[in-house]
């Protein structure tokens, strides 16, 4: 049973396009964030919600927006693709300030 | 701005040895440090986390040790095997569970 799923796990499109990468976790948690990791490593927090809410958008353009249909769920999606948007994107969830965070696998995605 | 700070950004050391690496951070809020171990094409994965009220945690062969009045905190990893091999990154909390900062990361390496 995996707790933290994404999908794909490796996306790769031409600038410009739309795209969009779905996380699903079966912990119950009501907690859940994407991350983006760059080519360094460097982990940064994108956004947070909270049972469906937003609650940490973290200065991140406004062609990515997040979107939970149900507290299982944190979609992402992308629109007007960079180059600079290429980069592992990490789903998580957690328990509202239980603090241990549990990652998805990643999606790779890069932008041609 | 970076909100913890890491150090060193490669290490690599025999089979055996102790590899250590440093964490610090300037935010008085935060109360929540773990430490995650990331295998390459992975997500990050809880390896052990400490709270301010205690100077020092081992789990196994992971001791974290933490300076609350100098506001740093480091990972030992006592006997390390090639199987550490990974990268390992600080993270700090508010206790929130809505936002974490990570550190940049460490790449570690054990020779046999």
């Known amino acids: 049973d995996t707790a933290v799923s994404q999908t794909p796990k490796y996306l790769v499109t031409q600038m410009g396009n739309d795209k969009s990468i779905k996380c699903e976790q079966n912990?119950?948690?009501?907690?859940m964030y994407w991350y983006k990791q760059d080519s360094k490593k460097f982990l940064k927090i994108m956004f947070s919600y909270n049972n469906k809410e937003l609650i940490i958008n973290e200065t991140v353009p406004n062609r990515f927006s997040p979107k939970s249909p149900d507290k299982a769920h944190l979609n992402l999606h992308i629109n007007s693709l960079e180059l600079g948007d290429s980069a592992v994107y990490f789903c998580?969830?957690?328990?509202?300030?239980?603090?241990?965070?549990?990652f998805g696998p990643g999606t790779r995605l890069t932008v041609l | 701005q970076q909100q913890v700070k890491q150090s060193p950004q490669s290490l690599i050391v025999q089979k055996g040895g102790i590899p250590i690496i440093n964490c610090a951070y300037e935010n008085t809020a935060f109360d929540y440090f773990p430490w995650y171990q990331q295998f390459p094409g992975k997500g990050p994965a809880l390896l052990i986390a400490?709270?301010?009220?205690?100077s020092e945690k081992k789990e196994g062969r992971f001791t974290i040790s933490f300076n609350k009045s100098a506001k740093q905190f480091s990972l030992h990893i006592m006997d390390s095997q090639p199987g550490d091999s990974a990268t390992y990154f600080c993270?700090?909390?508010?206790?929130?569970?809505?936002?974490?900062?990570f550190g940049t990361g460490t790449s570690l390496t054990v020779i046999p």
């Open positions: 998580a969830s957690s328990q509202p300030a239980a603090d241990t965070q549990y």
């Open positions: 993270a700090a909390s508010d206790g929130t569970g809505n936002q974490f900062y």
């Open positions: 912990l119950g948690h009501d907690t």
């Open positions: 400490i709270r301010p009220d205690v």
